[in-house]
């Protein structure tokens, strides 16, 4: 397992859209959470048994995932992986309620972000895509 790209989950952080890999005969497949409740209620024992095992694993957030939902590098900020990234949205979608900017530090996988006139929308960790898009909807900015 590659030790800083991916990372074991804890059972909590699975909900409906979350996506993981799970290891099958020696190679990762790539699962996306359909079915919360009945998944947890009936395979609970299944599902720690995985994870106590590392045959689960999620991706950490970065910034070709940011990319893939629709968000454009910044690259005239002089940002790298060490100093942060900066994103706007794509030209073709426009911006929502005020949405601004969106600030990564992968390092820490501190996400923020940003309104116009520099007031924030949200200022904390993300771990994974799924928690990205999962809040990316909450503040309605999809």
């Known amino acids: ?46 599902l720690k048994e995985l994870l106590e095992d590392k045959w689960i694993r999620v991706k950490y957030l970065d910034k070709e995932d940011i990319e893939s939902l629709g968000f454009v590098l910044n690259d005239n900020r002089g940002m790298s992986e060490n100093y942060g990234y900066e994103f706007t949205k794509s030209t073709d979608k426009p911006f929502k309620k005020g949405f601004n900017l969106i600030f990564y530090w992968p390092n820490s996988n501190r996400l923020a972000i940003t309104r116009l006139a520099n007031s924030y929308l949200f200022d904390g960790k993300i771990k994974n895509i799924s928690e990205l898009r999962k809040l990316l909807k909450q503040l309605d900015i999809e």
Request: hydrophobic share 40%; charged share 25%.
């Open 1 to 46: 397992m590659e030790d800083n790209k991916y990372y074991i989950p804890s059972i909590n952080e699975f909900f409906i859209g979350f996506k993981y890999e799970r290891l099958i005969i020696d190679n990762w497949k790539s699962f996306t959470m359909t079915d919360v409740p009945l998944f947890i209620d009936t395979n609970a024992k299944v």
